[in-house]
């Protein structure tokens, strides 16, 4: 991985790339926030914050990408396939009132649902000690996990960057991260949220809700049959700040993006 400092020298920086305004998404929702890009054969990072790119914030359920990885790394499942059990209760006021993902599951399910309890259920059986080895290598954010609560990626210290997010994205493009090919595949697969004739886009969203901020994001990556895009998108807003629109802006803002940008039609 390349430190940070070396990617400031690589980004275009600023609310404008060519004649498109990258801030305008943003101000259309009118949300703070930031969205990086990396074109793979190019080799170029674009965003309209470039500071805001380098800055570690929880990364809330995108955490599952890596987790998913450990999770099968560690053997706590077999594959994704296997069911994980419904502990009968959970923190609706931490997690919010959820009926439609309380019940038993494989991590298939709960990945594509973005069921935190499902994973919060195998992090008790992983352990900390596993995590901090799995996310060192992985170079993953600040690899924080020292808060007396499984789940360490909505709650706590634990903090990674977009710049580091699509670093992450490219070594499981890659297969370059410390894990297997069964791991790789099946985390690939899951991760499928389009698939046209053009291009497949793997992706995942996160929103936490901590230290009285909505943090919430959309990372993933396009593969076109001659061009790869990375993207992470990250939006902040304080949560007494009301916005209805929040959730739905985090793909809105970046696919709209993406489109000007012509990565995706």
């Known amino acids: 991985m390349k430190s940070a400092s070396l990617f400031l020298l690589l980004f275009t920086f600023g609310p404008l790339y060519g004649q498109l305004n990258l801030a305008k998404p943003f101000e259309d929702c009118n949300i703070n926030g ?3 890009l990396y074109d793979y054969n190019s080799k170029k990072w674009i965003s309209n914050d470039i500071h805001d790119s380098h800055k570690g914030t929880l990364p809330a359920s995108t955490f599952k990408v890596i987790n998913t990885l450990i999770a099968l790394e560690s053997g706590v499942v077999a594959d994704v396939n296997e069911i994980i059990k419904w502990p009968g209760k959970t923190d609706t006021v931490k997690y919010g009132y959820r009926p ?3 019940h038993d599951m494989n991590m298939k399910e709960a990945f594509r649902l973005s069921a935190g309890w499902a994973y919060v259920e195998l992090a008790k059986e992983i352990g ?3 995590y901090k080895r799995f ?3 992985a170079h993953y954010g600040n690899a924080d996990v020292s808060i007396d609560d499984p789940d360490f990626w909505n709650f706590g210290k634990l903090a990674i960057s977009p710049a580091n997010q699509i670093e992450l994205l490219i070594g499981l493009y890659e297969e370059t991260l410390p894990f297997s090919k069964s791991s790789f595949k099946a985390l690939k697969e ?4 389009e698939k046209t004739e053009e291009y497949v ?3 995942k969203t996160g ?3 901590d230290s009285g901020k909505d943090t919430g994001w959309w990372i993933g990556y396009i593969e076109q049959k001659d061009d790869v895009y990375f993207f992470a998108t990250r939006l902040i807003k304080d949560r007494n700040t009301i916005n209805p629109d929040f959730g ?3 793909k809105e803002i970046t696919k709209t993006v993406l489109r000007n940008l012509h990565m995706i039609k």
């Open 34 to 36: 930031s969205i990086t």
């Open 100 to 102: 439609d993902i309380y």
């Open 128 to 130: 900390k000690e596993q």
């Open 135 to 137: 996310l060192t290598q």
């Open 190 to 193: 899951i991760m499928i949220e």
């Open 201 to 203: 886009l793997r992706a």
């Open 207 to 209: 929103w936490t809700r």
């Open 248 to 250: 739905n802006c985090r």
